[in-house]
């Protein structure tokens, strides 16, 4: 969790977020330089009085929007991995597997606590296992009993996390509004890379650790017709108007173009994907 992307994306609908949290610069040095020497759990408080400290007892409406959105989609990765864990204890073979599994759900539980510290009371209501539906409505029933369709469905969010996180930017372009508060694209990135492999180290053919074209050039390389959405327009081989397969005579296949650059998901997008997850009564 990159914490000045945060403050990064804050700044586009509020330009004078760092003057409101200290008149110069080297005061967020300063915070970041202690924010290395206190514990995890203490980290979420620190960020919340320093929110605190910029606006007084009140935070921008579209800057808790832009938050609340993307603690909505924490929770559901944290209640997805942790009820593997904890409810279903044979599910994740033990040893790697697991460990790995473990410190991914660990990641988005501190992702959790730090945007509802930074929120503190304008955070929303609580998120808990029972509001989610993480067959999708039974699109997935074997979720937590086939180990396979555990890991298809965890690759599926995190390919959803990499481009809603990091792909908000074209969406923001001259938009007062902000999606999203968050770029945690590295940690998803990392996450979703590992699960690509652990996917493939199960018997799952065709998964790079990237995102990469499906049978006949199509967008989602899973397999999966029931996660398209989640790979709308990664078949996308052209960029800035210029077509990047054999781009100046060169061998680049489409494939390559294809894979040399991430697409973004609105939005829109993104709720949408999340709602299938979310029991009536909680979907965004």
């Known amino acids: 969790m990159n914490i000045l992307n945060i403050l990064d994306e804050i700044e ?14 080297k005061a967020m040095q300063d915070f970041f330089q202690v924010g290395k020497k206190i514990s995890l759990a203490a980290l979420p408080l620190a960020l919340g009085s320093l929110f605190n400290k910029a606006y007084g007892q009140t935070t921008p409406s579209t800057v808790n929007d ?33 460990g790995a599994i473990t410190t991914i759900r660990n990641h988005e539980k501190a992702h959790v606590d730090l945007l509802k510290g930074a929120l503190g009371a304008n955070a929303r209501t609580e998120l808990v296992y029972d509001n989610f539906d993480f067959t999708a409505g039974g699109t997935f029933g074997a979720v937590y009993s086939d180990y396979v369709t555990f890991l298809k469905v965890a690759t599926a969010f995190e390919d959803t996390g990499v481009r809603a996180y990091k792909g908000q930017a074209p969406a923001l372009k001259g938009n007062a509004v902000l999606t999203t508060a968050l770029q ?101």
């Open 184 to 284: 945690i694209h590295s940690v998803e990135a990392r996450h979703a890379s590992h699960l690509r492999q652990m996917l493939a180290a199960n018997g799952a053919t065709g998964l790079k650790p990237w995102i990469s074209l499906g049978a006949g050039g199509v967008s989602n390389d899973t397999g999966i017709a029931a996660v398209d959405p989640v790979y709308a327009r990664e078949n996308n081989t052209m960029q800035a108007n210029i077509e990047i397969t054999a781009i100046n005579g060169t061998a680049v296949t489409k494939a390559a173009a294809a894979e040399s650059f991430d697409e973004f998901l609105t939005k829109a997008e993104v709720v949408t994907i999340a709602n299938l997850f979310l029991k009536p009564g909680f979907r965004l």
């Open 12 to 25: 586009k609908v509020d330009g004078e977020i760092y003057e409101r949290i200290s008149p110069r610069r």
């Open 66 to 98: 832009v938050l609340n959105f993307a603690l909505t989609l924490e929770y559901l990765e944290y209640h997805f991995y942790n009820h593997a864990l904890v409810a279903t204890p044979n599910l994740v073979p033990a040893g790697a597997p697991n």
